[in-house]
C-alpha cells in the first residue's frame, strides 16, 4: 500500500467514525459525507474501499468497547464511594488510579453522578463539585483507535 494513500483512508474513517456518533451505521464511503475533493479521491482510488471498511469497523468496535469498559469503571467508581460515605467526585477519598480515570473521561461524569444518584436515591448536583462537566458525548476517535492493540 502507498503510506501517503494509507493515510488518506485512515482519514476518512477517522472522519467517519466522528461523524457517526450520533448515526452509528454510517458508511465511511457514503458520498453525501464527502467533500467534492475526497469523492474525486475515492473514486481513483477504490482499492482502498475494503481497506477503509475494516478500519471503520474496529474503529466502531474499540470506541463501543471501551464505552462499556467505562460504565464498568463508573460503576467501581460509585461503589467505592458510597462504601466510604462520600460523593464520588470528592478527590480526598478517590484513589489516584480514579482521579487519573476521571481527568481522562471527563464526559463520563454526569453519567457517573447519575448511577451515584440511582445508588443513593438523592441528588447530587455537578455545578458544586471539582471536575464536574456536563455532556456524555462520546470521545473522539483517533488514529491509534483504528488498530487492534
Not at 7 to 33: C, G, M, T, W
Not at 52 to 64: Q, T
Not at 68 to 76: P, S, W
Request: glycine share 6%; charged share 35%.
Amino acid at each position: 500500500m502507498d503510506k501517503n494513500k494509507q493515510e488518506q483512508a485512515e482519514l476518512f474513517v477517522l472522519h467517519a467514525l466522528n461523524i457517526s456518533k450520533d448515526r452509528p451505521h454510517i458508511d465511511p464511503l457514503d458520498y453525501a459525507e464527502m467533500t467534492t475533493v475526497n469523492r474525486k479521491w475515492v473514486s481513483e482510488n477504490g482499492e482502498y474501499g475494503e481497506y477503509i471498511i475494516e478500519l471503520y469497523k474496529n474503529g466502531v468496535k474499540k470506541r463501543s468497547d471501551h464505552h462499556l469498559d467505562c460504565i464498568a469503571r463508573i460503576d467501581q467508581i460509585t461503589q467505592r464511594a458510597r462504601e466510604g460515605g462520600r460523593n464520588p467526585l470528592d478527590r480526598d477519598g478517590m484513589t489516584e488510579d480514579d482521579k487519573e480515570w476521571i481527568d481522562n473521561n471527563e464526559q463520563y461524569v454526569e453519567m457517573l453522578l447519575g448511577s451515584y444518584d440511582d445508588l443513593m436515591g438523592e441528588t447530587v448536583d455537578s455545578e458544586n463539585f471539582y471536575g464536574a462537566y456536563a455532556y456524555t458525548e462520546p470521545p473522539r476517535v483517533r488514529k491509534k483507535d483504528l488498530y487492534e492493540y
